[in-house]
Structure formats: C-alpha cells, structure tokens
C-alpha cells in the first residue's frame, strides 16, 4: 500500500461513509485536532514520564483514534461493527480513577499556576490546550452530530492532562508559579 493516493490533491478527503469533502470541513477540523493532540501526547512521552503515567498516556492516544474514527464516521457505518472505534463510560470513568489517583499525591490547588515546569509536564500542558481546542471543534458540529460519551471523554481528558501536568511536575520537583 503506497502513502500518497492523490485524491486529496484537489482539497477534497473521504469521509468512512464513502463522502467526499473539503479538507476545510468542520468534520475534518475537528479530527485533525484530535490528531494534533495524539501527536503532542507522543511528544510527551518522548520527553520522559513514569511508566504508570507513560501506561495511562499510551491507552489515551488508542482511545484518541477511536475518537478521530468516530468523528470520520457520521453516519456510524463503519463505528458500530468496530470495537476498537469505540469511546464511552468505560473509558471516561478510568479516567476520572486515573485523575483520583494522581491527585492524591499533589497538594490542594489554590489558586492559578502557570503552565511550564518540566519538560514533560511543560508538554502535558500543552497537550491539555490543544484537547480543550478540539473539544470547542468537536462542538461545533454539534450534539446531534457527535456521540455525547465522545465529547465527555475529550472533556475529561483535558482534566486529567491538566492533573498529569501537575503531578508529573510534582514527581519531577518542578515547582508550580502561582
């Protein structure tokens, strides 16, 4: 199977229902996002992190092209025989267990941080505004285009990135700015 198909030559993608549309779609957009944000949590686990937190990171970015397939999927054709394609209450509640579980080990927030700190962390951070833009794409098309567990997952998500900054940083003895 080659790279290159030259159909998207023209500025057109296809969409799993067979459609074609314009890469400038609001569909296209919001899983490029959700592509951008798996790219940028593969950053961070280039930087270097805990292999609990790097095991958590690694099931987000599968679950992050489930979520990527489920938006190039609008009319579920391809989502409802897939198991791998699927994100919903399993998954947002390992979530919030993970989110439980690294902030245990911080100390109450009080008041604003700055992003930074590690390098890792630093990344985390990043990867959390970049989730917090897809999910706004994601919006866009709205509710009754995208599954409801879909935009909760991507909602936790950006919490738990933010929590995994955080404790990443902590781990690292990197200090929070207020």
């Not at 790219?39 to 099931?59: F, R, T, Y």
């Not at 991507?154 to 003895?173: I, T």
Request: hydrophobic content about 45%; proline content about 4%; overall charge negative.
């Amino acid at each position: 199977m080659k790279i290159y198909t030259r159909t998207g030559d023209s500025g057109e993608t296809g969409l799993f229902d067979g459609r074609r549309v314009s890469k400038s779609d609001l569909r296209v957009d919001a899983y490029g996002e959700v592509d951008e944000l798996n790219a940028s949590i593969g950053v961070v686990l280039a930087a270097g992190v805990d292999p609990d937190v790097a095991e958590m990171l690694q099931a987000i970015q599968r679950d992050l092209f489930a979520v990527g397939g489920r938006l190039a999927d609008p009319t579920r054709r391809v989502a409802e025989r897939v198991d791998k394609m699927h994100v919903g209450p399993v998954e947002i509640s390992r979530l919030e267990q993970w989110i439980d579980r690294l902030e245990s080990e911080l100390p109450p927030l009080r008041r604003f941080i700055l992003p930074g700190g590690s390098t890792a962390g630093a990344t985390l951070h990043l990867a959390r505004t970049i989730c917090r833009r897809a999910e706004r794409r994601i919006v866009l098309l709205g509710a009754d285009e995208v599954p409801a567990d879909l935009l909760a997952y991507v909602n936790r998500l950006s919490d738990f990135l933010f929590v995994a900054a955080r404790a990443v940083n902590h781990r690292a003895g990197a200090p929070e700015l207020e």
